[in-house]
């Protein structure tokens, strides 16, 4: 069993790039990870990591036994599971990372429901808009939205998300309704912050980015859509944070036959290997709920038209 624990450490801090990181994925302290660490590299005798106050990094040696070690856990893993017969259940501390918004509507409310049905599992849910760094924070599973950079994390496409220009019946009524995305021009647009632009369809499969103005901006988008539905100007919004909007007639979409093609809602994690049947199981959840029409009704959008 120490000889296993020993192995599990080493893994888990190559992984995170921290003892801290480590310990809190595990719920024990760095000084019990130092410790193991330790003791395998006594038992092998020989340097797997070179730690110092700012960073660890692996040997040639280490590189090539975190390979090995990743193999045998997984294998492992999959050997409980499989002489189980599907007795194994989800057990230990979850960290997720999701934007702000989209959290809040799309992903408390399941990550409660998913620790409901795994009495197990805790879970610390941090909201933020910023870019997390999985490794070093942490992070065991990231939801982002939009297309993702080419990097070496993992990701599994949970959804799409379609993006739509929207304001109040009032506003239209008084400044008119948009023809086409070159009209924004004569129109109070809501930005974001330094918003580069909004993103139309040219009609031959192409993508255009319009820039808008107006005399509001914000870099909460909560704050754009609160302005929208008082009648401030158009804002280009996710769907779903204005579907039960617009299903309820709050806001009406314009320029829909200039919508550009839905992106994509991911979760993100370090790596496959080895990856924790905690952090399996509540990616497939997600995957399950977001791909029900069920789910995005029960969020509100009634009878919207929905791109997922």
Known sequence: MDQLKQIESFVSVSSRGSLSAAARAEG?????IGRRLDALEQRLGVKLLVRTTRSITLTFEGSAFLEDCQRI???LSNAEASVSLGGVKPSGHLRISAPAGFGRRH???LVRNYLHDNPDVSCTLDLTDRLVDLVNEGIDCAIRIGELADSSL??????????????????????????????????VCLSLGQQRGWL???GSGNTTM??????????????LHEWALAGEGLAWRSLWEVAADLRAGR????????????????????HRRNLALRVRAF????????????????AGTGDVTMTW
């Open 283 to 298: 990616i497939d959840y997600l995957k399950a709920c977001y791909g029900s029409a069920g789910y995005w009704l029960g």
């Open 210 to 223: 319009m820039k808008v103005d107006g005399r509001l901006d914000c870099n909460d988008g909560a704050v």
């Open 73 to 75: 856990l997984n294998d």
């Open 28 to 32: 024990v302290t760095p000084a019990v």
């Open 200 to 202: 139309f369809s040219d």
């Open 154 to 187: 993992v990701s599994v496409r949970l959804a799409e998300n379609r993006r739509v220009v929207v304001a109040s019946p009032d506003y239209l009524v008084r400044h008119g309704v948009p023809a086409s995305p070159d009209d924004l021009d004569n129109h």
């Open 251 to 270: 806001l009406v979409s314009v320029l829909d036959d200039f919508a550009a093609p839905a992106n994509g809602v991911y979760a993100v994690f370090p």
């Open 107 to 109: 992903v408390a409310p």
